[in-house]
């Protein structure tokens, strides 16, 4: 089976401060996708990022970082010098990879409120 | 990028009614549509794999005489809330897959459901 955990349930931070949101997976599948989601609160899902399984590669997306850690089943998410809009819900979720490839249906974790104080 | 259009985005109905959601690819054709649930403050569950042509899969726990969801088209799934009540005012989430290429995901804007 698998698991999302996100353990953080509300992050609060001021505003230029940089701040970490921690994931942690469960799978029994060797291929498999991770995903981070940010929602704001008008419910939408904004995507923010795709990594399958055999890509350990960190990213950086502007002021965004992605640190996947395959040997702690870690797939954490940093925001540096962090604004008032990004304040928001922020999931991060797993899937299965299905034959030819793309993902299955996605586990999410519990989403980790995140508000930046101005 | 993909986009995917969910409708309506907001209804209000009386307890007993039947309500339908839609779920549209506007740019892609998708194989695969899956249906999420949202409770407030909560995180979003699956509830169950939509295949054009086939049957959908449901989850462990969801009622499949209650949700009802037909993918008639590779761009069009429906889901609809049978006799809804109170306990079924959520946020009804969908995606779909690219049936082409990567396979990627992309999710519609969300339809929250007020049941009376």
């Known amino acids: 089976a698998q698991k999302v955990t996100q353990a953080q349930t509300e992050i609060s931070v001021v505003e230029k401060e940089d701040v970490t949101l921690d994931c942690v997976y469960e799978?029994?599948?060797?291929?498999?996708?991770l995903f981070w989601y940010k929602q704001p609160p008008s419910g939408e899902l904004v995507f923010l990022i795709r990594?399958?399984?055999?890509?350990?590669q960190n990213e950086i997306s502007g002021r965004y970082s992605w640190n996947f850690q395959k040997s702690t089943s870690s797939f954490n998410f940093t925001i540096t010098a962090s604004q008032v809009v990004d304040s928001a819900v922020y999931f991060c979720?797993?899937?299965?990879?299905?034959?030819?490839?793309?993902?299955?249906?996605?586990?999410f974790g519990k989403g980790t409120h995140l508000i930046i104080q101005p | 990028g993909a986009v995917v259009s969910q409708h309506p985005s907001r209804v209000i109905c009386k307890s007993g009614t039947s309500v339908k959601i839609e779920c549209r690819s506007l740019d892609f054709q998708a194989t695969t549509m899956f249906w999420y649930r949202q409770f407030p403050k909560q995180s979003l569950m699956l509830m169950a794999t939509?295949?054009?042509?086939?049957?959908?899969?449901?989850e462990q726990g969801v009622e499949k005489d209650k949700f009802l969801i037909n993918h008639a088209s590779l761009t069009l799934s429906t889901l609809t809330v049978t006799s809804a009540h109170p306990e079924d005012s959520s946020f009804y989430i969908c995606?779909?897959?690219?049936?082409?290429?990567?396979?990627?995901?992309?999710f519609g804007e969300g339809s929250r459901l007020t049941v009376l």
């Open positions: 939509s295949n054009e042509g086939s049957k959908a899969t449901y």
């Open positions: 799978t029994r599948d060797t291929t498999y996708y």
């Open positions: 990594r399958n399984s055999f890509d350990e």
């Open positions: 995606s779909a897959r690219v049936l082409a290429g990567t396979g990627e995901l992309f």
């Open positions: 979720a797993l899937s299965e990879s299905v034959s030819g490839g793309g993902a299955d249906g996605l586990t």
